[in-house]
């Protein structure tokens, strides 16, 4: 006896393409792969031994202090990948999400050094604040492709260089830089406010970023708006066709608008993890490069919210564990050579991959075809 709700398991069950599935997964699995071979052989090439390399590696990075080092990296690569793909599924490339990162670091750690609030106020406003900045500074690319139409990836290059020279001129004592009787005390903004302060997870490897739990919300909060609402409809069909998108009513120039800011927003929330758990302050020392960083891990992780997290895990493992190689004698820099060959690799494994499933298309619907022309005729003949 069949119940009500089998054929429904069934139809989810059928819907479900398992082929397409594992040509998805095959791609970033050839890349890693391929990028490991590459490794191996420059490091035999170098007399070192590989296979020792990343035992050094997987030792650290399934220790409980290794896991709780990716994790925290992996927070703001995943935020960083975030960022990037909003922009890369409007077909929009952000190429700027460095800067609006570092702009946005700045005005944060300056507003959560000015004002001392009670924390369920003063974290809410600096990461507004943040978002603010993002946004706005990405916007000013998205003003001038609807209205000028420069290129986006023209406009936020040279934003990222406009950044630079505004965090050199306000990063000075005496204007962000807290300076007192001639003594500067460093090219950085004030300790922000203790209220500021994110809350950590105590675990047996060390403090983990409770931060964590916003890249999650931030990443179903951008599958949802992928696939459960009008405004990301509109968004992927203008990225696949402008033209279309305009025939069907969709108002191209606001969707390039908003979809830029948003993106900048996010970008916003990049280096808000070490500015809240970490720094409290925004300096020299910040990380640059993120927002390149996330271009890779978007690029690796297919603009989708899991595949994103699978690729900044990655790369948060690569980076936490590339530390420890030093100390065995092994080339530091053989972890910014599997970095390189992995993105490029990954493009030639979708490539691959994607000829692959539309051959594999092609062989099922002439099969299809050659059974419904074979039974035509056996109908013919028994007729």
């Not at 069934?10 to 071979?37: K, N, T, W, Y």
């Not at 999400?97 to 750690?109: F, I, P, R, T, W």
């Not at 970095?339 to 691959?352: D, F, H, N, P, Q």
Request: charged content about 10%.
């Amino acid at each position: 006896m069949t119940t009500s709700t089998e054929p429904a398991k069934r139809g989810f069950l059928q819907r479900i393409d398992r082929e397409r599935m594992v040509l998805g997964l095959a791609a970033p699995v050839l890349a890693v792969i391929i990028s490991v071979l590459i490794c191996s052989v420059l490091l035999l090439v170098s007399g070192k031994n590989p296979v020792q390399a990343f035992q050094t590696m997987a030792n650290y990075g399934f220790a409980s202090n290794g896991q709780v080092a990716v994790l925290n990296k992996a927070v703001t690569y995943y935020l960083a990948g975030v960022a990037v793909a909003f922009g890369f599924r409007m077909n929009l490339f952000n190429i700027g999400a460095d800067g609006q990162y570092q702009l946005a670091m700045m005005g944060a750690a300056f507003v959560g050094a000015t004002v001392n609030l009670p924390s369920f106020i003063e974290i809410p406003l600096v990461l507004i604040v943040a978002m603010l900045i993002g946004a706005a500074w990405a916007g000013v690319a998205g003003v001038l492709k609807v209205t000028r139409g420069v290129n986006e990836v023209i406009s936020t290059i040279m934003l990222n260089s406009i950044t630079t020279a505004i965090i050199g001129v306000l990063l000075v004592p005496g204007i962000l830089a807290p300076k007192t009787g001639g003594v500067t005390y460093g090219i950085q903004t004030k300790t922000m406010a203790t209220s500021s302060d994110f809350f950590s997870i105590t675990t047996q490897g060390g403090q983990l970023y409770g931060f964590i739990f916003v890249a999650i919300a931030v990443g179903v909060g951008f599958q949802l708006v992928l696939t459960r609402t009008r405004f990301g409809f509109d968004l992927r069909a203008t990225g696949r066709s402008e033209s279309a998108a305009a025939a069907s009513g969709v108002n191209v120039k606001r969707m390039v608008l908003t979809s830029m800011c948003i993106s900048g927003a996010l970008a916003g929330l990049i280096g808000m993890p070490d500015l809240l758990q970490n720094s409290h302050v925004f300096g020299q020392g910040f990380q640059v490069g993120l927002g390149f960083t996330g271009i890779a891990i978007a690029l690796l992780g297919r603009n989708t919210p899991f595949g994103i997290a699978f690729a900044a895990l990655l790369w948060a493992f690569l980076d936490a564990t590339g530390g420890q190689l030093p100390l065995q004698g092994f080339p530091p820099e053989i972890v910014n050579v599997m970095e390189g060959t992995i993105v490029i690799c990954v493009v030639v494994a979708y490539e691959l991959v994607r000829r692959f499933g539309l051959k594999r298309q092609q062989q099922k619907v002439g099969a299809q075809l050659a059974a419904q022309a074979a039974s035509a005729v056996k109908k013919e003949v028994a007729a």
